[in-house]
C-alpha cells in the first residue's frame, strides 16, 4: 500500500467531516451583520400619532427589543401573546416598527389585541426595515443601552425564545 | 427547481410572512448604463427568504422589495455597481451576494480551481515523464503487446 | 391491504438484497461457483419484489388511497390520472423508491446481458449492487416508508407540488435516476476488480457499454432538467448553479473523464488505477448528489425531506460505501503498470489532459457546492456561492477543454509528430481563428459581447472542424467512400457525433447569451412591442379552469413585416391547493431563435394590464440539441461491433490509429 493511494480516502474523510458539521446546523439561520453595530438612527411618525417622532434615539440608556411586525403577516398574530408576556410579566421595553401597513387596520389590531410596545413607529414603504436588513415580519432586535444591536431574532418568538433566550440575555446587558 | 423553497416557505406563511404582491413595476432608466447595472445587480444578489434564487428571477415579495432598493440606489441614486453592493452587504451580509467577496475566507475558494489545475498538470507532466522512459530495453512491439493482451484476456476466460 | 402487499415486499426485496450481496461475495471469496451462480437468480428476485412494491405504491396513488400518509401528501383528488401515477416519484420516499427500481432494473440488465463475463466478476458485481440496494431498502424501511398509514385516512390529499405537475418533470427525475444508478454498475465493476486484484482489457471493454449507457442517460437527465427550468421558472435561463442542478453536473462530468480514460484502459491497458478510480468517484458523486438532495445540509430547496436521521443514516451510509471502497482503492488500488510507453504528444497525453480539465471541472463544482456549508461549519460566516462565482471559473476550464479536444482526436495513441498535426489541420485552426472573427464582426456588439463570441464560436468551430478532419484522415486513401465509411466502427461515429454535438452547444450558449433580447414591458390586450424586430401582440387575455387550476391565459402573436409567425399562450396558474402562482411561459420555438413570452403580474388598474417579459433567443435550442447529439453519439457507440463480440477473443487487435 503507497501512502498516495489514501490521497482520495483523505478528501474523502474531509468532506464528509464538513458534510456532518453541516448536519448538525441550522441552515435556515441567517446572522445579521448589523449585530454588533449601532442600530440605524431613524425617525419615524408614530403609529397613533402622525405628528410624533419614534427614533432609537428615545431609547437611550436602556436595553430595548425593536420588533418589525404588520397586520398581514400571520407569525405576528402569533407571537403577539408572547410580546404581551414580555411586556408585562417581564417588563421588558418593546418598540415596535410597523412595516407595510395600513395605520386603521394597525391601530385597530392593537386596540383588540393588547399593546405590548412602549413606542410604535410607522413605517409604510418599508425603508427603515430595509436599512435594518429586515426579511419579512415578524423580526425581533433586542439592542444595548449604548444602542448596540445584541441579538436578532428572524421569525415569531415562542414562549421558550422568550424566556430562555430573550430574557436572560436583556437581564445580562441591563446596567447594574 | 429553486421555487420549491418559495412554495414550502407558503407553507410555513405562519413562520415567515411577506406583504402582499404589488406587481413589479415598469423600470425606466435614463441610460443604457443604468438599465445594465441595474439588471447586472439582479443577477449578483441574491433573493433572501428564497435562498436559492437570483432577485432577477425571484417572484417573492422581499425579492421585490430589494428590486426597489436596488432600482433606488443604483438608478435614482445613480450609484456605482460597487457601491450599490457595499450598501447592501452592510445591511443583509455577504450572504447577499452570489459573487463572494475575495478574502481570507474564500482565497481557497477562488484560487482553489486554479490550484487544482496547477496539481494536475504537474501530476500529468509527472506521468508522461515516467512512461516516456518506462522500461525502454522492454517495451513490446505492438504486435507482442495485442498478443500479451490476448493472453490476459483468455486468461480471465478461465476463471469462468 | 394493497399497502401492506408493497410494505411486505418492500421487507421481502431486503432480505434478498441481503442475500444477493452477502452470498455471492463469499462464494467468490472461497471459489464456490453454486454461490456465485446465486447471484443471478437473487437479483431477478430482488427486482421482481421492488417492482411489486412500486406497483403497489403506483395502485394507491391510482386509487387515490389516502390511508397511505404519502398518497395524502403528494397527491388529490383533483390531479389527473397521469400526474396521480407520476405523482409516485413527487416526494421524498417515492423518490426513493423509485432509485431503488431503477437499481435493481440495472441489476437485472447485468445479471441478464452478462453471459459472456466471467462468473466471479459476474457474482462480484451483482453483489456490490445488492450491497447499495440493501442500504436503499433498509433507508427506506426506516426512515422514510412510502407506505405509512394515516389513521384517520384525510377526505383529500394535499396534491402533487405543482412545479411537477409537468411533462418535462414526470421524465426527468427517472433519466435522472437512470443515470445516477447506472453508475452503480460502473462501481460495481471497479469494486469488483479491486476484489480479484487484477484489471484487464477485458475488464474495461466488458464494463465500457455499460457506463456509456449510464452517460447517455446522465446527459439526457441534465439537459432534460435545463429544459424543464428554461420553460417552467418563466424568465428563461436555462442554467443556475443550483446545489441540485451541481448534484447532477458533478457524476456527469467524472463520467465524461470515465468514459475516456476507459478509452485508454480498454486500448491501451494503461491507467487501470485511475479508472477504477474515476468509476468509484463518479457513483461517489451521485451518491453525494443524492444526500445533498435528501438531507437539507444545503440552504436547498430540494431538500424536501430535512428529517435529521433522514441524514445522519445517508451520511452513515455514504461513509461505508464511499469510505469503503477508498480503503478498498487504497489497499488493493495499485494495479500493475503495463508495459506502455508514451511520448509527450500522444493520444493517452491528450485523454489525460482531457481527465485532468474534467476532474478539476467536477472539483470546482464541488467546492463551490459545500464552501458555503464548510465556512458556515467552521463559524466563519454566511456566504453565498452562486452563477457569477461558476462562471468567472468555469470560462477558462472550458477554453482548455475545448482548445484540447478540437486537436487532441488527430493525435494517435503512443506517439505522434507536431507536423503530421499541423498538415492535418492548419486549415482548420485557421478557418475557425477566422471564422470566429468574422462571424463575431459581422454579428456585432460591443467589445466585451464581439471577443467573448468570438472565443466561443473559434472553440466551437475548431471542436468540429477538428472532428470531421479527423474522420476524413481515417478515410484518406481508401478507394471507395462509400464503402469506407460503411467500415467506420460505430464507436467513431459515436464519438464524432458527440464531439460535434458539444460543439453545437457551445455555439447555442454563446449566441444565445451574448444576442438574447429581452424587454419587459407593461401590456394589455390590443398593445404591441416590438423586441428584436419581432412584433408581439398581445391578443387577448382569458381565465380558464384547468383539472385542478385556475389560468389567467394570454394569447400573443409575432408577426414580423406584417406577417404572424408565430402564436404563444403563456399562463399563469393558480392551484387549487395554493401556494405560489405558476408561470408557464409561451414559447415559439425554433432552430434559429425561441420567442418566449410570459406573464409577470397584474399591474393592478382596472383592465387587463399585465407586466411582461418579452424576449428573443437566438439559437437557445442548440443547447439541448448538442446535448441530444451526445446522447446519441453515446448510444451508437454502444451499438459497436466489438461490443457485441466480447465472447470471441480471437479478433484481430485493435489499430493503433482507431480512435478510442
Redesign the interface.
Known amino acids: ?2 501512502y498516495r ?2 490521497i ?2 483523505a478528501i ?2 474531509v ?2 467531516t ?6 448538525t ?1 441550522d ?2 439561520e ?5 449585530i454588533g453595530k449601532s442600530v440605524p438612527a431613524f425617525e419615524l411618525p408614530g403609529l397613533r400619532d402622525p405628528q410624533a417622532r419614534v427614533g432609537p434615539a428615545d431609547e437611550h440608556g436602556r436595553v430595548w427589543l425593536l420588533n418589525v411586525w ?1 397586520t ?5 398574530r ?1 407571537e403577539h401573546d408572547v410580546l404581551l408576556d414580555a411586556a408585562r410579566e417581564h417588563e421588558l421595553t418593546i418598540v415596535g416598527l410597523n ?3 395600513e395605520r386603521d387596520a394597525a391601530i385597530d389590531w392593537l386596540e383588540r389585541l393588547g399593546d405590548p410596545y412602549v413606542a410604535s413607529a410607522y413605517d409604510p414603504e ?1 425603508d427603515v426595515a ?4 429586515v ?4 423580526e425581533t432586535y433586542v439592542v444595548d443601552a449604548n444602542g448596540i444591536i445584541r441579538h436578532k431574532h ?3 418568538l415562542s414562549p421558550a425564545d422568550l424566556r430562555d433566550t430573550i430574557v436572560p440575555l436583556v437581564r445580562e446587558l441591563e446596567p447594574s | 427547481m429553486r421555487r420549491w423553497l418559495a412554495i414550502s416557505l407558503f407553507a410555513l406563511a405562519g413562520a415567515l410572512a411577506l406583504p402582499a404582491a404589488a406587481g413589479e413595476p415598469i423600470r425606466e432608466f435614463d441610460a443604457p448604463d443604468q438599465r445594465e447595472r441595474y439588471y447586472s445587480l439582479l443577477e449578483q444578489l441574491r433573493c433572501l427568504v428564497c435562498q436559492n434564487e437570483s432577485l432577477a428571477s425571484s417572484s417573492a415579495d422581499l425579492a421585490q422589495d430589494m428590486r426597489d432598493e436596488v432600482y433606488r440606489l443604483a438608478v435614482e441614486e445613480n450609484r456605482s455597481e460597487e457601491a450599490s453592493i457595499a450598501f447592501l452587504t452592510e445591511r443583509y451580509g455577504d450572504f447577499v451576494l452570489y459573487r463572494p467577496p475575495v478574502g481570507p475566507t474564500t482565497w481557497l475558494l477562488w484560487f482553489g480551481p486554479a490550484l487544482m489545475l496547477l496539481i494536475g498538470a504537474a501530476i500529468l507532466a509527472t506521468i508522461i515523464r515516467w512512461r516516456r522512459n518506462n522500461d525502454e530495453n522492454t517495451a513490446l512491439s505492438p504486435a507482442e503487446q495485442a498478443r500479451a493482451e490476448r493472453l490476459l484476456a483468455s486468461d480471465s476466460e478461465d476463471e469462468r | 391491504m394493497n399497502p401492506e402487499i408493497g410494505n411486505l415486499a418492500l421487507a421481502v426485496a431486503l432480505a434478498l438484497a441481503l442475500f444477493q450481496s452477502v452470498v455471492p461475495l463469499v462464494g467468490a471469496a472461497q471459489g464456490r461457483a453454486p454461490w456465485m451462480a446465486a447471484a443471478r437468480p437473487a437479483a431477478l428476485a430482488q427486482f421482481g419484489f421492488v417492482a411489486l412494491a412500486f406497483i403497489a405504491l403506483s395502485i394507491a396513488f391510482y386509487t387515490s388511497d389516502f390511508s397511505v400518509a404519502y398518497v395524502a401528501d403528494n397527491s388529490n383528488r383533483a390531479l389527473p390520472w397521469y400526474y396521480r401515477l407520476t405523482a409516485v416519484w413527487g416526494g421524498h420516499e417515492g423518490s426513493m423508491l423509485l432509485w431503488s427500481l431503477v437499481l435493481a432494473g440495472w441489476t437485472l440488465a447485468v445479471a441478464l446481458c452478462s453471459r459472456s463475463l466471467p462468473l466471479v466478476l459476474v457474482a462480484r458485481v451483482i453483489a456490490v449492487l445488492g450491497l447499495i440496494s440493501t442500504g436503499f431498502l433498509l433507508f427506506m424501511l426506516l426512515t422514510s416508508n412510502p407506505f405509512a398509514r394515516l389513521d384517520p385516512a384525510p377526505m383529500d390529499g394535499a396534491d402533487l407540488n405543482p412545479l411537477l405537475q409537468d411533462i418535462g418533470m414526470i421524465i426527468h427525475p427517472p433519466m435522472l435516476y437512470m443515470g445516477y444508478v447506472g453508475m452503480a454498475v460502473a462501481f460495481g465493476f471497479a469494486i469488483a476488480a479491486l476484489l480479484g486484484g487484477r484489471l484487464d482489457a477485458g475488464w474495461a471493454r466488458w464494463a465500457r457499454p455499460w457506463v456509456t449507457t449510464a452517460w447517455v442517460f446522465l446527459t439526457a437527465g441534465v439537459a432534460l432538467g435545463s429544459w424543464w427550468a428554461y420553460y417552467e421558472l418563466g424568465w428563461g435561463g436555462w442554467w443556475f448553479w443550483d446545489p441540485v442542478e451541481n448534484a447532477s453536473f458533478m457524476p456527469w462530468l467524472v463520467a465524461t473523464a470515465l468514459i475516456h480514460s476507459l478509452a485508454v484502459t480498454e486500448k491501451r491497458g494503461a491507467f487501470k488505477s485511475w479508472t477504477v478510480l474515476l468509476a468509484i468517484t463518479a457513483f461517489s458523486l451521485s451518491l453525494l448528489g443524492t444526500f445533498l438532495v435528501r438531507s437539507g445540509v444545503l440552504t436547498s430547496v430540494h431538500a424536501f425531506a430535512t428529517d435529521p436521521a433522514r441524514g445522519v443514516y445517508i451520511l452513515a451510509f455514504l461513509g461505508l460505501v464511499i469510505g469503503g471502497s477508498l480503503l478498498l482503492y487504497a489497499i488493493r488500488g495499485p494495479f500493475t503498470v503495463g508495459n506502455n510507453r508514451f511520448e509527450w504528444l500522444s493520444r493517452e497525453t491528450m485523454l489525460l489532459g482531457n481527465n485532468v480539465v474534467l476532474i478539476v471541472a467536477a472539483g470546482t463544482v464541488l467546492l463551490g457546492t459545500l464552501y458555503p456549508l464548510a465556512v458556515d461549519s467552521f463559524g466563519l460566516g454566511k456566504l453565498s456561492v452562486g452563477p457569477p462565482y461558476f462562471n468567472t471559473v468555469f470560462l477558462p476550464l472550458m477554453v482548455a477543454l475545448l482548445a484540447l479536444l478540437g486537436g487532441g482526436q488527430m493525435v494517435r495513441w503512443r506517439r505522434d509528430d507536431l507536423r503530421r498535426i499541423w498538415l492535418h489541420l492548419r486549415y482548420a485552426l485557421v478557418a475557425s481563428v477566422v471564422l470566429g472573427l468574422g462571424i463575431a464582426a459581422m454579428l456585432g456588439g460591443g467589445l466585451g459581447t464581439h471577443l467573448s463570441v468570438a472565443l466561443g464560436l473559434a472553440l466551437a468551430l475548431w471542436v468540429a472542424l477538428g472532428t470531421i478532419q479527423t474522420v476524413r484522415t481515417q478515410l484518406s486513401g481508401q478507394r471507395k467512400l462509400g464503402g469506407a465509411l460503411r467500415r467506420l466502427p460505430a464507436s467513431v461515429y459515436g464519438m464524432s457525433l458527440a464531439h460535434l454535438g458539444l460543439a453545437v452547444t457551445v455555439v447555442g450558449i454563446t449566441i444565445s447569451s451574448a444576442y438574447e433580447v429581452e424587454s419587459r414591458v407593461r401590456m394589455e390586450p390590443g398593445d404591441t412591442a416590438v423586441v428584436a424586430g419581432q412584433t408581439f401582440r398581445f391578443e387577448r387575455f382569458e381565465e380558464r379552469d384547468g383539472p385542478n387550476y385556475r389560468a389567467s391565459t394570454a394569447t400573443f402573436t409575432a408577426s414580423r413585416d406584417g406577417e404572424v409567425v408565430a402564436t404563444m399562450v403563456p399562463e399563469k396558474r393558480f392551484y387549487q391547493s395554493g401556494g405560489q402562482p405558476m408561470t408557464e411561459a409561451g414559447i415559439d420555438a425554433g432552430f434559429t431563435r425561441d420567442l418566449y413570452v410570459s406573464l409577470g403580474s397584474p399591474l393592478g388598474e382596472a383592465g387587463d394590464a399585465w407586466s411582461v417579459r418579452l424576449y428573443y433567443k437566438p439559437l437557445v435550442r442548440w443547447i439541448w440539441l448538442g446535448a441530444l447529439l451526445m446522447s446519441v453519439g453515446g448510444l451508437l457507440a454502444i451499438t459497436d461491433r466489438r461490443y457485441r463480440s466480447t465472447r470471441h477473443r480471437a479478433q484481430a487487435p485493435e489499430q493503433a490509429g482507431e480512435p478510442a
Open positions: 500500500m503507497r493511494s489514501l482520495p480516502l474523502f474523510v468532506i464528509a464538513v458534510l456532518g458539521i453541516g448536519l446546523q441552515a435556515d441567517v446572522p445579521s451583520p448589523l404588520g398581514w403577516c400571520v407569525g405576528c402569533e412595516y407595510k401597513d418599508g430595509m436599512d435594518l436588513g426579511y419579512g415580519a415578524p428572524i421569525g415569531p
